[in-house]
Structures are given as C-alpha cells and as structure tokens.
C-alpha cells in the first residue's frame, strides 16, 4: 500500500509575524518572498496628499482646524480693536501704527506661523508644474498679507505694532468652510444639497462683507470721528440696508473711497449670488427637493414609483388611497424621472393635496434619489406601469428593474407592483403584491361572455365607495344601483364579530344565510388562522371556528356599524320605509346603511293583495299559498346536499349513447400545458384528447384536413364567442381557460374564434351573424396617441360600425381610458344619454369616485377599462386579501375547496321563490350556493325609446292618395339615390316604408301651422324614427348582398334587433326583501365540485387527477 504522507510535500510555513519574531527557519530558508502592494504611489509626498487632501475624514479634520484658526485671528483683532485706547490727533501714522499688548502679539505670530505653514505645504502638496497659478491665487494672496508680517515682526522687533488687516481672514474662514462642507458630504457618502451650499455661501458672503466694512471704517475713522465697533456696525447695516439716517457718517477720504469700494463689491456679488440661489430654487421645484429623514422617521408614508404621472392615474391613486380612515395621516412621495406637468403641478398645489403629496423627479435606479424618498423608512412602495408604451413589453421591461432596484436598496419594504403581460410576472415573484393587467383583463373579458356584466360586478367591488351616488336621481334604478355600488369586501374575526359569532360550530352555508337575513351582510368566504388560502364559499360542510376570519360583502365594515334591537326601534317610533315601485316588496327589515345596520324584524304578517304580486303554483283548489322551502342545516346532512359531480358531467346523460361515445372520445378533463411564464397557476378544464394540426385553426382557409371557409360550415351547436385582437399573445391564455374551465357543461362549451383583424369580410366568415358574444381587446398599437384620450378613437369607431351592422350583437368593449365609455354606442340625439351625462358631471362635482357607473354601456358590462382595476392594488395595501379573493372569482387561482363564481336565470319557473332572501335560503339549503348580486335588465322608458316610438308609429295613419305618391317618387328619387349605399345596385327593392314616410312628412309640412307645438315634437320624433329604420334596412340590406357575394347563409340574421330599448345593471348584496322578476341573472359562488366527491371513491379522484397530470404535454385546448 502507497503511503500517501510520503507522497504529499509539507506546506510551506505562512507569513507571520510570529514566525519573524520567533526566527522561523523553514521561512528564512523558503525561496518565496513577500511583495507589499499600495494604492498610491509611496513617496513622502503622496503619503502627506493622502493625509491632508486625498483622505476625506483626515481632510475634513485639517480645514476644520484651518476654519478654528482663522475664526480665533478675527476674534483676536476685535480684542485688540476694544483693548485700545482712542488715540488723540489725525495724523496718518495711527493709521499705520497701533497698539498690540505682548501676549496679543505672540498669539497673533503663533496663528500666522501655522497658517503660513500649511498654506504652503498645500501648495506645494496642490503642484501640478505652474508656480504662478498656485502664487497667484486669491486665498494665497490674502495668507501672505496676514501672516508674513507678524513672522518678520519677530526678526524686526520695532514692527511688532504694524496694522495688519488681519479682520481679512474673514474670507480666509470662508473659503475653508466651503471646502470642509463639501468634505463632510463625502466623508458621511450624502448626497451633496447645491442649495444648502448656495445659501450658506450666501450667507458667509453677507457676514464677510459686514465684517470687512465694519473692521475697515473703524480702522479709517481713528483719524477722523475715532468710531468704536457698535457705531461702525450701525453705519453698516444702515448703509446695506439702503436706509441711510445720516446721523453716523464717515469723514476722512479714505474711509469714504472705502465705503464706495465695498458697495461696489456688494453689488456686483450679492446679485450673482442670488441669481445661483434662485436658479437653484427652480431647478429644485423641478427635482422636489427631499424627504427629510426627521419627517420620514416620525411621520408614515408611502412612496409612489411611475415612468410618467398623468393627472388621471394620480387622483385615481389619491381618490382610492385617501379614501380610507386610517390613512389620512400618511403622506405619498412620487418618484418620477420626467418633469411635473402643467396639471399635476396645478392639482399638487391644492391645500387638500399639497399638505400630503410631494413630488421627487428621480429614477428608482439611483440609490441617490431612493434615499431622497426614503424608501427604507417607507410604509410602502407602489411601482405601476405605463400602458400607453407602445411597446408594452419594454415597459414591463423597466418596471421589472424598478422593483429589483428598490427591493436591492430597501429589502424590507412592502412592494405593489403592476405588470402589463403574464409572460414577464416570474421575475417579480419576490413582490408582495403583483396585479397583471392582461391577466386581468381577458379574465374578465372571458367571464363577461358566461356571467353578464362581471366586470362591472368586479370594478364596483374593488372601488371604495359610500353608497350614495345616484341617490338624488328621480329614476329608482339609479338610486336602488347607486347604493347596492356601495358594498365592499371586508374582513374581521369570528370570535370578534357580532355578525357571525354566534354561528361557531355551525355550517358555512348556514352562517351565510341567516347572517343575510339578519343583518344584509353577504359572508362569500374565510381563511383558517393556520392557512394562508382563502376558501370561497367552501360549502356546508365547512364548519366555523372562533379563530376563522370571515371575508363579508356589506355597505360598511363591522366596527363602522351600530346596531339597534326591536325594542330600541320601537321606542324610537322610526317608521318603516318602503321601497317603491314594482321591483320591490314591503320592508320588513332595516337595511344595511353607512354607519349603521340592524337585525332582522322578520314579520310574518300576511301582505297585501293590493300589492305587486306574482301567481304562485296551485294545486287544485285549494287555497293559495306560498310553497315552503326547506330550512338551512346548521350542519351540513349529506342525504340533503345535491351534490353537482361535474367531473361526470351530467350533460352526458342527456345524450344519446352516439353523442355520449363521440363525446368522450372529444374531451377529456385535465391540466392545460403552457409555458411556465404563462403566469397563470394550474386549472382543471376540459381538453381534446389529440392535438389539432395548426392548419385546421385557420377559419377562413380550408386543408387537407377539412374544407371548411366560414364558421357557418362547422356546424357548431352552441354559438361563438369572437375576440377581435390585434396579436394572439399570452395573454389570451387567460381568455380561453374560464371558458373551458372543467365546472362548465360539455354542451354549454362555446367555439372562441379569435379574429386579428375585423374587415367585413371576415367578420361574416366567422359567423359574427349568429355569435353570442363579441370581444373587442383594445389594441396596443393604439394606445399611444399625441392626445391622450385619442388613444381609444379607433377602436371607438370600429365598435360602433359593428353597433351599426349589427345591432343584435352583444359587443364587449375595453377601452384604455374610462371617460371614453360615453362614446359606445354612441346615439347623438338620444335624450336619455344626455341626461346621463349630466349626471355623471353631478356626481363628479359631489367627489364621486365612480361618476362613470351611470353610463348605459358600464352598468350593462358591455365596455370596461383595466385601469379602472388600478385601485385593486392601492385597496391592497389596507386590503391585502383583495388581489386573491379577486382572482379567485375570475378564476386565475383555483384553492382546493374554493367555490367558483357563475350564473343563474330566473325564468318563470323561479318567479315562485319571489325575493331574494327566499332564494337565498333555497340555494343554501339545496346546491350550498351563496348569491352575492342580481344583474337586471329593464325597458328603457323613455320617449326616445325604440319600442315607445314604435308604438306611437303604429298610431299614425300613413295613407296618402295614389298621384301623390307617384309625384313623390319622382322629385324624391335622386335624392333617394344619393342617400342610399352605393353598393346596393337594385333600385327596385327600396322599402315601402322609406317611400312612405317621405309623403308623410311631406304633407305634414303643408299641415305643420295647425299642430300645436306638443303635437309637432311628436310628429318630429316619428319622422326621425322612419328615418332612422329605414336606414337600418339599409345597413342590413348592404349585409345581406354582401353574405351572398360571398355564398354566406343569411338565414337567421335578425337586422331590426335593438338593444338600446332596455337597461341594465347590477345589484350587490341587494335587500332580504328585494323580489325577483323575470330574466333576472344571479350571480352565484358555487362550492367546489371536487370537495363533494364520495368518500368511499378516492381511487377515482385519485386516477382523474393523475391522468390529468400526466396529460400535461399530450393534451390540447
């Protein structure tokens, strides 16, 4: 066996100062030898530079002393000047000569030795080859004068009493101070202040020149009026002052030119010096100066990072941010690389803001300007991007750099941060807070499609609101859906609360209801103590715990709310209102209000006959009477849940065995493959089992697979969803999973056609005739405009030539800025808008921050804009569960056991549960769902209406004789002619009514004098409605030759469809006691199906969830 110590050579000894001392032979006899290395050169001189000037703390050190010596020679002469006694005669020798006591002149000697000395040792340290310019300069000049003098009054004792201006030094200790400044910034690493050195620069300028005319008229009037100091200090301020009392002036020439001299000099430094100090006041107003860390240590703020600050994203920020309590005290730094604006700058100088918010040009990527924020000591830092880039991804781009930089600087400090595409979300996993807007935006966008209007539901959720906008309105909806906007998410633990206490060990569902029926408060989820997953409505078989925190939709929170009992209310004589008109029935309990809710009164009493009611099932003949619904279990009993197995998916049986076999041969349940920055998490959907050639995804051209060029061709049972984009990017991903999520019927799954590009054409290719939904994505490449608000102009347009083709068209529109939603569907001489629009200005003026939820197009949910989800992540920073409880109900995250949000219609099978407490306890007690809001759709009543001016169409005679409509057609014809779309060739089918009503009008005209003015208004509506028909026939005739050019179908195209002639918007929370009318759409958090899985089946759960796993890469959406 080798011996491996013989192999191995023993280490040398290392260098030690040990070993030195001790005579370490192996060291003396190694032949390695020790090399010292130096930053500077080593030389005595560059050893001495190093001291005196190189090195900050040893530099600071030495001017510090040279600023104390040159202090201590001025406080010298002034002893000097008061310890002298006035001489007597005007001879010019007291000039020259003066008094100095022996101990005064050594300490003079002494302080002009040491001066001297290090003047030139400076110097010569300071050489750079040119010995005038170190000769020549200013404060060498003035150091010779001082002290070269007292150095040969040693040698030559009878100079001992020579003047020497030694008050000079004054500009000496200027110069050192300046100098000791600037090395205090760079021993301490601060950031150098320019106006801190300019105003103490100004400052020692006006103490120097004081001093200096004080020193010399005193010294000049020993010939003349022999002034002492205090006289010659009051002739200095009175002559600088520009006051000038003449009752102290001086007498000698010399004095006199002396004067001149330092006004002279006055006025050519001060003004320079004034004009740096307000040149650098300016460019500090532009910059915004700092934050104190005084302020900063004792005051809570949170700092506020943006490429550019647009006055709409900063009061949207401050409207959310300062619209909570405990949040009035902070204040917000705004951190921006480019200057102020007019607007901002005009906004940030209102007392309400300016006392809060300043403003920093800086970049986030300089550690100079994250500590003029004080990003360390912030509470907060919100980074959000630009989506007016016209490279969205450049802008993520630096948003990304801005969190690196400030979780480099200020690790600790919380971050909320926007991101714009999914793709680049993984590099800022490290943030606490992340809202992606594409995300976001096609969640919504998807859903919108399955649950009508959800992105209104999700926008009114997420903005801080009182209730009372709308609530001077004379139309109920206005006031019924201005107040239900007010519900917002809160939170509080049960033990804690009054609202659920007292539920502890009984069932979710059971929980949910009666906390509804007692108090309106809509409980939609909790969160275990030990679990950071918030569950949404989790089911009845979820049991509360004391140390659970409820998650409650409510008009306020909890701790906000008093709480009245019966016999309080009795006592009170508070009479009890009543909601009128035909949507609701008699209050039977007080409804949730700002400040103050109250429990349940429940009358049993019958009601009314003589109110609004709805025929309720019968059986034979016996006496009418509302059918029972069964009670809600405190604890969830098995036999009495319907359990919704979707994974089975009952649709299946409703099939015939041809269509079950074709149907499972489709579809298969399972994980979607993406890429890891997709930046969605997993989700359960339904997928094809091989997947489609890229050839087959092209709609309009046909392969080798199908033959297939229109939509129509497919023959799909269910109708399409169109999304009309500019790329098919990332982003879409989230689009199509919500619609496939694995919760929704096989047969209720709707073909998505993505459409990059909407000519005519292509639009009817795709079958836009019989589509159910139509997704209009803004585009990117419009988003940035010269005029902000001219961002959205073309896809304005575009939408409403679809408005106008097609008017039976449920279109769902974003847009990038929100006062842009009046423009949809936009009707110039509709009334019932402009009256909207007055509103919305009077709820602006009242400091509404949702003055845009009265347009028709928002309440409905057919347009919305993503920065109006912006206040989700400043709500966040108070609410730091709103991001996940919103993803949740879009359906980004999916939590085990976390319901989901959908939808139900009530159709005239329902209309027997009658209010909304009813249905309440029906689907608590049955399926375990939770209702959080009731989307509404009424008829417009207006005059404006369609269906109004039909109606009144329909009562007018149009009959004329047969001459006069022959004469008609022929002066009309050309005009007629020009009037009608030049692609239309066939003048023959012109329609009857068109003809029609132009005789009418015409003989109207004759008749017009004998209408009274009420009756003509009347008539001159119909007109315009005919009008306004025939021109639909029209547009609908141009559509039709143009399905037929292409060998299009146009069967099923429905051209008179109106939209416009009913309304519709949502109900949050609405009342116990709101009923329930017909097409009424619920939106429901219904439990997840998994969790209700048999227990006694794990193989199949187990083998579903597997096969799901490992289809990952095999299966195709």
């Known amino acids: ?45 560059e050893r001495l530079k190093l001291f005196f000037i190189k090195n900050q703390r040893s530099s600071l050190r030495i001017r510090l002393f040279n600023f104390s010596l040159k202090l201590l020679s001025c406080l010298l002469y002034i002893i000097r000047v008061l310890l002298e006694k006035p001489s007597q005669g005007d001879e010019w020798s007291h000039i020259i000569w003066v008094n100095r006591s022996v101990p005064l002149w050594g300490l003079q000697v002494l302080v002009a030795l040491i001066s001297l000395f290090e003047t030139i040792l400076l110097g010569y340290l300071s050489y750079k080859g040119n010995i005038w310019e170190q000769i020549l300069r200013i404060p060498f000049i003035l150091e010779i004068i001082n002290a070269v003098p007292f150095i040969i009054s040693i040698f030559w004792p009878s100079l001992r009493n020579l003047f020497v201006p030694v008050f000079l030094n004054c500009w000496l200790a200027k110069h050192a101070l300046e100098n000791m400044i600037n090395d205090l910034h760079r021993a301490i690493q601060r950031t150098q202040s320019a106006m801190f050195n300019q105003v103490l620069i100004l400052i020692s300028t006006l103490l120097c020149l004081i001093f200096t005319c004080i020193c010399g008229i005193q010294h000049l009037e020993r010939i003349g009026k022999k002034l002492n100091l205090f006289d010659s200090l009051y002739f200095c301020i009175v002559t600088f002052s520009t006051v000038g009392f003449g ?31 307000a040149y650098l006041w300016m460019e500090r107003q532009k910059s915004g100066g700092n934050y104190s860390r005084h302020r900063a240590q004792t005051e809570k703020h949170v700092v506020l990072c943006v490429s550019s600050l647009k006055i709409d994203l900063l009061m949207d920020f401050l409207n959310e941010f300062y619209a909570h309590p405990r949040l009035q005290d902070y204040y917000v ?158 939170h509080i633990t049960l033990e804690e609360s009054t609202f659920f206490a007292e539920y502890e060990g009984k069932s979710f569902t059971y929980a949910s209801f009666h906390a509804h029926k007692k108090y309106g408060v809509c409980l939609i989820g909790v969160r275990r103590e030990d679990n950071k997953n918030i569950l949404l409505n989790p089911g009845p078989r979820y049991i509360m715990n004391a140390t659970d925190i409820c998650f409650y939709i409510n008009i306020t929170k909890e701790e906000n709310s008093a709480f009245k009992n019966e016999d309080q209310q009795k006592k009170s004589n508070v009479p009890r209102s009543f909601y009128h008109g035909p949507s609701r029935l008699p209050v039977h309990s007080i409804i949730a209000s700002m400040g103050t809710v109250a429990i349940d ?171 159910a939904n139509m997704v209009v994505v803004d585009k990117e490449s419009t988003m940035s405009a010269e005029e902000d608000y001219m961002a959205d102009a073309k896809t304005i347009v575009n939408v409403q030539t679809l408005f106008r083709l097609f008017s039976s068209l449920s279109i769902i529109t ?24 007055k509103l919305e200005k009077k709820e602006r003026e009242r400091g509404s921050n949702l003055a845009f939820m009265f347009r028709l197009p928002f309440a409905a949910g057919r347009v919305f804009s993503i920065s109006m989800l912006d206040t989700l992540l400043y709500q966040s920073f108070v609410k730091d569960y709103m991001i996940s409880i919103t993803r949740l109900l879009l359906g980004l995250d999916t939590t085990p056991g976390s319901g989901f949000l959908c939808s139900m219609k009530i159709t005239e099978d329902d209309l027997w549960i009658r209010t909304y407490a009813r249905l309440y306890q029906k689907l608590c007690s049955t399926t375990g769902d939770v209702p959080i ?93 005919l009008y306004r028909r025939s021109e639909r026939q029209e547009l609908a005739e141009l559509v039709k030759n143009r399905m037929k050019h292409l060998g299009l179908s146009t069967v099923g195209y429905d051209e008179m469809n109106d939209q416009q002639s009913t309304l519709s918007y949502i109900l949050i929370n609405p009342s116990p006691d709101t009923r329930l009318e017909l097409n009424d759409v619920v939106y429901l958090i219904r439990p997840d199906p998994l969790a209700y899985l048999p227990n006694s089946e794990p193989s199949r759960k187990n083998s579903i969830t597997t096969a799901g796993q490992d289809s990952r890469e095999e299966t195709q959406l």
Request: proline share 6%.
């Open 814 to 837: 974003e847009l990038t800025h929100p006062a842009n939603m009046r423009f949809m569907q936009f009707r110039a001489k509709d009334c019932y808008s402009l009256a909207l629009s």
């Open 333 to 490: 730094v705004i951190l921006c690389p480019t200057e102020m604006d007019v607007q901002v700058r005009r906004v940030l100088q209102i007392p309400m803001w300016s006392q809060r918010v300043i403003y920093l040009q800086g970049s986030a990527l300089k550690d100079q300007d994250l500590l003029r924020a004080k990003m360390d000591d912030a509470e907060a830092c919100f980074i959000l991007s630009s989506r007016c880039e016209v490279d969205r991804t450049s802008s993520d781009h630096q948003t990304i750099l801005r969190a690196w930089a400030v979780k480099d600087f200020a690790p600790k400090c919380p971050l909320y941060v926007q991101i714009l595409k999914p793709e680049n979300k993984f590099h800022i996993k490290f943030a606490d807070h992340v809202v992606c807007e594409e995300e976001f935006k096609y969640a919504m966008l998807a859903l919108n499609c399955i649950c009508p209007a959800t992105s209104t539901l999700i926008t009114l959720l997420v903005h801080t609101s009182r209730g009372q906008e709308g609530q001077q309105s004379p139309e109920q909806w206005q006031k019924t859906y201005g107040r239900c906007s007010g519900n917002e998410v809160y």
């Open 1 to 45: 066996m080798v011996d491996l110590e013989s192999e191995v050579p023993p280490l040398p000894p290392r260098y030690r100062f040990r070993d030195l001392l001790l005579g370490d032979q192996g060291w003396q006899n190694d032949d390695r030898v020790q090399v010292e290395f130096y930053m500077n050169e080593n030389t005595f001189k």
């Open 933 to 1025: 809001g009731i989307y509404r759709t009424e008829s417009q009543k207006l005059t404006t209406s369609e269906s109004r001016e039909i109606t009144s169409q329909s009562q007018i005679s149009i009959s004329v004789e047969e001459w006069e409509d022959t004469k008609d057609c022929k002066e009309h014809g050309h005009h007629r002619g020009n009037h009608r779309n030049s692609t239309s060739s066939d003048q023959s089918d012109h329609p009857l009514l068109r003809r029609k009503s132009l005789q009418w009008a015409r003989r109207l005209s004759r008749k017009g004098p004998k209408h009274s003015g009420k009756t003509a208004e009347k008539i001159t509506q119909q007109r315009l409605n």
């Open 247 to 277: 009752d102290v002036t001086p007498e000698t020439w010399s004095s006199k030119l002396f004067v001149v001299i330092m006004i002279c000099v006055a006025l050519v430094v001060l003004p320079i010096q004034f004009e740096q100090m």
């Open 601 to 771: 009164l429940q009358d049993t009493s019958c009601r009314s006959a003589s109110g609004p009611t709805l025929s309720l099932p019968t059986e034979g003949i016996k006496e009418i009477r509302r059918p029972s619904i069964a009670p809600v279990l405190e604890v969830a009993d098995t036999s009495s849940i319907q359990t919704c197995d979707l994974l089975s998916d009952q649709s299946e049986d409703e099939t015939t065995p041809d269509e079950k076999m074709s149907s499972n041969l489709e579809y298969a349940k399972g994980y979607p493959p993406y890429s890891p920055y997709i930046g969605s998490s997993p989700t359960f959907c339904h997928l094809l089992h091989e997947k489609v050639p890229f050839c087959c995804l092209r709609l309009d051209k046909s392969c080798q697979h199908n033959y297939y060029e229109d939509a129509k061709a497919y023959g799909f049972k269910n109708k399409l969803i169109i999304v009309a984009a500019e790329t098919a990017g990332n982003g879409l991903y989230n689009f199509i999973v919500p619609l496939r999520a694995y919760y929704r019927p096989k047969k209720e799954l709707n073909p998505i056609v993505l459409l990059l590009d909407n000519p005519l054409d292509d639009l009817l290719r795709c079958g836009v005739t019989f589509a």
